[in-house]
């Protein structure tokens, strides 16, 4: 197992060169929410992680309401995912909607996300969200459980999935993160290097 944070700018400036003294080898920031809002502290944070020699992850929060292909398209406009970056959705709210709906919303964005990048984005969910069918039809993608209180890599893992890929074990100052894996086998979850093809 690698650790890792994920930050957003409500936690404001980081300190990368000094994070990147820690354990931690993979960074997740907080990219976009919905179809045109943007973390403030994005492209500050993501330039510093790539800088810092961190595995760089961007995710996108979901507002299930709106049109989940426009908001995969403004998250990867905002990121622009390079050879090895990782993407994931945080799928947490419904807007009111029934269960179904909101799975077709995550089915949308993941799917959007893969014909446009070639890589399967992580979905971060918690476990009530996923006990009221939130995620049905998504166990292809790569689950990110918040699970605080559960001991380092024994995760509780809700279905549809059967496995974990990466656990949020604690959530102050920084959230922080374990991957079921080595550092190549997380890479190899990035985006692909698709130039000269």
Known sequence: MIHGIDVSDWQGPVDWSAQAETDAVFAFARATESDRLADT???????????AGFVRGAYHV??????????????????RLAPGDLAALEFKATDG???AEVAEFGRR???????RCGLLPFVWTHLHFAAEGNC?????????IADPGRPIGEPRVPAPWSGWAIQQYAA???????????VAELIALGAP???GK
């Open 193 to 195: 290097d698709r130039r």
């Open 97 to 99: 909607l029934p269960a």
């Open 172 to 182: 102050s100052p920084l959230d922080l993160d374990v991957f079921a894996g080595t």
């Open 136 to 144: 049905e039809g998504l166990s292809d993608y790569p689950l990110w």
């Open 62 to 79: 979901a507002r299930p309401l709106g049109d989940a292909r426009a908001q995969a398209r403004h998250f990867l406009e905002t990121v």
């Open 41 to 51: 502290r994005f492209a500050e944070n993501w330039t510093a992680m790539g800088r």
């Open 109 to 115: 964005w993941c799917a959007e996300v893969t014909r």
